[in-house]
């Protein structure tokens, strides 16, 4: 893999693990939110978004198989999702928003969670794993990371 700091790892892990069910968990929200509008600019925005959002996490899922072949600790993530504790706050976070209605939705996912929470976490994330020589992640991160910038417009 050519990663130079086997530290890097154990933080891959922990974001992985971390990011990838909120993506699911985004996925989910903005489906749901976008049946609930009546103006089609509004609904094709969510269903877009929500499609975006399930194609971070086919990426990043795809990203875990491959690392998954050499290291340990990043197999049954739908089992480890209710049991990490450091998915407790986002995981919450999520459940609230999913459960209020579709604009407190858009107003918590789209600006706080999408635009001011992920541009703080990929940045450095991706930033640190180029100075690892992990250019996989790096790939599918700054791309993500574009991504989440353009979603705080729906917001």
């Given at each position: 893999?050519?990663?130079?700091?086997?530290?890097?790892?154990?933080?891959?892990k922990i974001f992985?693990?971390?990011?990838?069910?909120l993506e699911y968990y985004a996925y989910r929200g903005f489906a749901h939110a976008g049946r609930q509008?009546?103006?089609a600019?509004?609904?094709?925005?969510?269903?877009?978004?929500?499609?975006d959002e399930l194609r971070h996490y086919q990426t990043e899922t795809h990203a875990?198989?491959?690392?998954?072949?050499y290291f340990?600790?990043?197999?049954s993530a739908k089992h480890m999702f209710d049991r990490v504790w450091y998915l407790s706050v986002p995981k919450s976070f999520f459940e609230d928003a999913y459960t209020g209605g579709p604009f407190e939705f858009l107003t918590a996912v789209s600006f706080s969670?999408?635009?001011?929470?992920?541009n703080l976490l990929f940045v450095p994330f991706m930033s640190g794993a180029a100075h690892n020589g992990d250019m996989s992640t790096v790939t599918f991160g700054?791309?993500?990371?574009?991504?989440?910038?353009?979603?705080?417009?729906?917001?």
């Open positions: 893999l050519g990663v130079t700091d086997a530290r890097y790892i154990n933080a891959l992985l693990t971390g990011v990838t069910p509008f009546t103006g600019g509004t609904r094709v925005a969510c269903q877009m978004q929500s499609i875990l198989s491959h690392y998954n072949k340990n600790g990043l197999h969670f999408e635009y001011v929470l992920t700054f791309s993500a990371q574009s991504d989440e910038s353009r979603h705080m417009t729906l917001g």
